[in-house]
T-cell receptor
Framework: SQQGEEDPQALSIQEGENATMNCSYK?????LQWYRQNSGRGLVHLIL?????REKHSGRLRVTLDTSKKSSSLLITASRAADTASYFC???????????FGEGTQLTVNP | NAGVTQTPKFQVLKTGQSMTLQCAQD?????MSWYRQDPGMGLRLIHY???????DQGEVPNGYNVSRSTTEDFPLRLLSAAPSQTSVYFC?????????????FGEGSWLTVV
């Protein structure tokens, strides 16, 4: 079963707008990670947020974590056409030995 | 560094055939993993290794074998391919917690079993 569940499943916005994706999970975690996958490519690690962190920034990315609600959000500001991709949240050990992925959000940024 | 290299990129197999998906990394990473990704879904862990000579099962290990004789290589073997194994396979490596938290994924191997 999937530990993380992303919402929405698909999101279409115009270039320059902000995109927000949400992830919910079921069990206690040590950290939560977000990945991007361009069509036909492998996953690229975007950001990791630890369970004792509430917010983290990396460039145009902002991730929040609410452990009481077992949820996280990924905000991409000032989106670009190149941000078009699927975005996945994952929980578990960063080593990959117990990494569990959600089903992803397909983001389309229209120029 | 080439990163994580997977071969082949595309493969068509007949039911019952065997094959090996190759994965190599040149970053001296301790941890390596194999995932499969089915249409519209996230990745599911097949097998993983925390170092040379050590492997363990993930979420969906049935029908797959792995070995880790060297740090660099982590091949995934399908002994008798089934149509249910049609999927995209990703290999990943991780340097260890003291070296950061970034996982590196290969570009994927598209496997079709007919």
């Amino acid at each position: 079963s999937q530990q993380g569940e992303e919402d929405p499943q698909a999101l279409s916005i115009q270039e320059g707008e902000n995109a927000t994706m949400n992830c919910s999970y079921k069990t206690s975690i040590n950290n939560l990670q977000w990945y991007r996958q361009n069509s036909g490519r492998g996953l690229v690690h975007l950001i990791l947020i630890r369970s004792n962190e509430r917010e983290k920034h990396s460039g145009r990315l902002r991730v929040t974590l609410d452990t009481s609600k077992k949820s996280s959000s990924l905000l991409i500001t000032a989106s670009r056409a190149a941000d078009t991709a699927s975005y996945f949240c994952a929980t578990g050990r960063p080593s990959g030995s117990r990494l569990t992925f959600g089903e992803g959000t397909q983001l389309t940024v229209n120029p | 560094n080439a990163g994580v290299t997977q071969t082949p990129k595309f493969q068509v197999l007949k039911t019952g055939q065997s094959m090996t998906l190759q994965c190599a990394q040149d970053m001296n990473h301790e941890y390596m993993s194999w995932y499969r990704q089915d249409p519209g879904m996230g990745l599911r862990l097949i097998h993983y290794s925390v170092g040379a000579g050590i492997t363990d099962q993930g979420e969906v290990p049935n029908g797959y074998n792995v070995s880790r004789s060297t740090t660099e290589d982590f091949p995934l073997r399908l002994l008798s391919a089934a149509p249910s194994q049609t999927s995209v396979y990703f290999c990943a490596s991780f340097p260890g917690h003291r070296s950061g938290n970034t996982i590196y994924f290969g570009e994927g191997s598209w496997l079709t079993v007919v």
